[in-house]
């Protein structure tokens, strides 16, 4: 299956830790990204290669993979990361996979 | 800086078509894969399609109705939408497929341009 699957909806209260997860059989052979999309925004680049934080991004923001799952670990979660995140990776055709997302919501 | 602008959106009726375009700058756009990917409204985003210098990809909705292409000449990408359906109605981005070490994601995106199929 060429799915990603995400929980809709997560809540974390402020600057606690939060873990989004993303499950999917692609996941085993390939890497995943996430993205965070906040209203009216393009999405944005957080994590890339299951865990590499690009630069500019707070390392609060951090990233794993094991077998089927991915995860984007949130740690000391902020008001300003509210915002929607996707997890992204590829199927055995190449194809560019999108999980359907993960509403945040930071309490 | 790396900046990726897209145009051409715009009200369409089902079954017209519209061509959008993805104007980049800051990097040697030749030797990016580059990519469509779409939101319809309060929805996730979809892939749509990619094109590199040796391949082109389209996720299985928009197969047969669209054509990516680009133009290295011009720094642009741009995505030819036929036989447009009211769930084609979303915001589309243009995003470049950065990599590094075996790693590909997408940065960084366009603002998007919205399209909306509707009679």
């Known amino acids: 299956s060429s799915e990603l699957t995400q929980d809709p909806a997560v809540s974390v209260a402020l600057g606690q830790t939060v873990r989004i997860t993303c499950h999917g059989d692609s996941l085993r052979s390939y890497y995943v990204s996430w993205y965070q999309q906040k209203p009216g925004q393009a999405p944005v680049v957080v994590i890339y290669g299951n865990n590499n934080r690009p630069s500019g991004i707070p390392d609060r923001f951090s990233g794993s993979s094991s077998g089927k799952t991915a995860s984007l670990t949130i740690t000391g979660a902020q008001a300003e990361d509210e915002a929607d995140y996707y997890c992204k990776s590829r199927d055995s055709n190449e194809n560019r996979v999108f999980g359907g997302g993960t509403k945040l919501t930071v309490l | 800086e790396v900046l990726l602008l897209e145009s051409g959106g715009g009200l369409v009726k089902p079954g017209g078509s519209l061509r959008l375009s993805c104007a980049a700058s800051g990097f040697t756009f030749s030797t990016y894969t580059m990519n469509w990917v779409r939101q319809a409204p309060g929805k996730g985003l979809e892939w749509v399609s990619s094109?590199?210098?040796?391949?082109?990809y389209y996720a299985d909705s928009v197969k047969g109705r669209f054509t990516i292409s680009r133009d290295n000449a011009k720094d642009s990408l741009y995505l030819q939408m036929n036989s447009l359906r009211a769930e084609d109605t979303a915001v589309y981005y243009c995003?470049?497929?950065?990599?590094?070490?075996?790693?590909?994601?997408?940065?960084?995106w366009g603002q998007g341009t919205l399209v909306t199929v509707s009679s």
């Open positions: 094109i590199s210098s040796t391949y082109i």
């Open positions: 995003a470049r497929e950065a990599y590094s070490s075996g790693w590909y994601w997408f940065d960084p």
